[in-house]
Structures are given as C-alpha cells and as structure tokens.
C-alpha cells in the first residue's frame, strides 16, 4: 500500500455539446486510475470520444453505498478516482453525495473540476432576477406532493431554479400556474447546449399553454427558473403616545423621550413635555 493516499476527483461533463467540457476535466480523466461513473455505457461514449481509455466502475444511485468501499481502498492504495455523472456537475440531483461525504470523513482528498451545469446555465440566460436564488431540483412526480411542495414555495421571494422530466412539464406548468399565479414569470430552458435548444420567457400561463400546444417542447432535459414572489412587507403603524407610555412603564421618562424621537423625528423636549403633562 502506497504511503501517499490518492485524491477523489469530482469531474463536470458536458451537458450537451461536447465542446464544453474543459481542458483540465480531459486532463483530469485521462491520469486517473479509474472512473467512476453513473452509467458506465454513457461516459464510455465521452471517453472514446475524446480517446481517452480508463477502466470504469459504476455508481448510480442504488449501489452507491456499496461502491464507497470500494473506491475508498483504491484511495488508500495511492489510486486517484475521477467521479462524473451522465452529463454537467456531479452531486446535483445526481449520485455521490454519500460518497463525498464519507471519503472526506476519513481524510481522503476531494478536489472539484468545475465545468458545464445546466442550472446556472439556465440561470444565465433566462433574464430573471439571479442575484439571489434557490435550487429546489425535481418537483414531486405525484400530483397531490407536486402540489403541496408549490404551496410551500409560493412565498419564496427568491428565483426559484427547478428540473422536470418531459413527460411531466405540462402538468408541473399547469400546477406553477395554478398555485403561483398565471401571472408570475418563468422562464423554460430546453436541450441547453443541443442541437434544439429552447429558451424561452414568458407567464407561467402563457408557458403552459404553449407547452400543452406543441408536442415538441415536452421532449428532452428541462430547466424552469422562476421569479420569486413580490416581497410584501406589513406595515404596523404604532401611534406616538402609544409607543411614549410603553417605553415610560420600562425606563426614566427622558429616556423613553430620547429614543422615541430617534424613532420618529420628532423633538425630544416636546415628546418630554407630553409625558409630564404640559400639553404644548
């Protein structure tokens, strides 16, 4: 066994167009030891194409757990192991969570290649508020959950990032339509980076209604990014004297005096003279 452990290499791939991927992922996948892949037959393509050949080992989501201590022992051997999923950034909404985790539990190194990722890809052109956003990823595949999640979500101020399966978008549009209102805008993003991109804005009405129409824009991987909700906020307006005599229950009446004209502007001797009785 070798005294120097090997790194664990988390690898974006593209998610579409193979110009995409970067110099130092092709790097990267050629000087591991092995690749561990969510489908072996998927990253075979990638790896041919780029002529690259490294033995593969798969990691999907049911043999995760399995597969940990596997590529924990070449780790400790000294190997350095590439993890990649089908397409764009490994771990979002895709496998190898638990195997990050345990690897940097025990030590091992865990190093990001960044690359392609179809959420701030969408993100970037989608014309929405992107300063501030959160990645809520597959919406519930049964109705009443689906639904119940929107719920949750419709106050949301910030943009809301989401992924559906084609088969799904109608009704998933439908129901953002329903529960956000048909109004609140959204914008589809559609084979991003292929050869029939799509990227349109619209209402979560108008969205839905195209999407029911046309056949078409119910194939292939999908991103919705959603403006967040109107921030609201709930004015509560406390009268002078009201605000005076709860602070002169709490402190000396020349303090409560000085803080309420911080509060409101006013002079501090006249909110003083109200307290003791004056009148003017």
């Not at 719920?151 to 990032?161: G, Q």
């Not at 509560?236 to 004209?261: G, Y």
Request: glycine share 8%; hydrophobic share 45%; aromatic share 4%.
């Amino acid at each position: 066994m070798s005294n120097v452990s090997g790194r664990l290499y988390v690898v974006a791939t593209p998610i579409g167009n193979l110009g995409d991927i970067t110099g130092r992922a092709v790097e990267t996948l050629g000087a591991v030891a092995r690749i561990a892949a969510e489908d072996t037959r998927h990253t075979a393509r990638l790896l041919s194409h780029l002529g690259i050949r490294r033995p593969l080992i798969s990691l999907h989501e049911h043999n995760e757990p399995a597969r940990i201590e596997r590529i924990a022992a070449a780790l400790a051997a000294g190997e350095d192991v590439a993890l990649v999923s089908d397409a764009g950034t490994p771990l979002i909404s895709d496998p190898g969570f638990r195997l990050v985790r345990t690897l940097r539990e025990r030590g091992y190194p865990v190093v990001p290649i960044p690359g392609p990722s179809s959420i701030i890809a969408a993100l970037s052109v989608a014309g929405l508020p992107s300063d501030r956003f959160v990645y809520e990823g597959f919406l519930p595949a049964k109705a009443t959950a689906r639904r119940r999640r929107l719920e949750a979500l419709a106050a949301e101020t910030r943009t809301l990032v989401l992924l559906e399966a084609a088969h799904r978008i109608e009704y998933a549009l439908a129901d953002l339509a329903a529960v956000f209102g048909a109004e609140r805008e959204c914008c589809l993003a559609r084979e991003l980076t292929k050869r029939f991109e799509t990227v349109r804005l619209g209402t979560l009405g108008e969205l839905a209604a195209w999407v029911a129409d046309d056949p078409e824009q119910r194939r292939g991987e999908l991103v919705l990014v959603v403006r967040g909700a109107e921030t609201v906020i709930a004015e509560t307006t406390v009268s002078t004297t009201r605000l005076l005599e709860a602070l002169v229950a709490e402190m000396p009446p020349r303090r409560a005096a000085r803080l309420v004209a911080r509060l409101t502007g006013e002079s501090a001797n006249q909110l003083y003279r109200r307290i003791a009785g004056d009148g003017d």
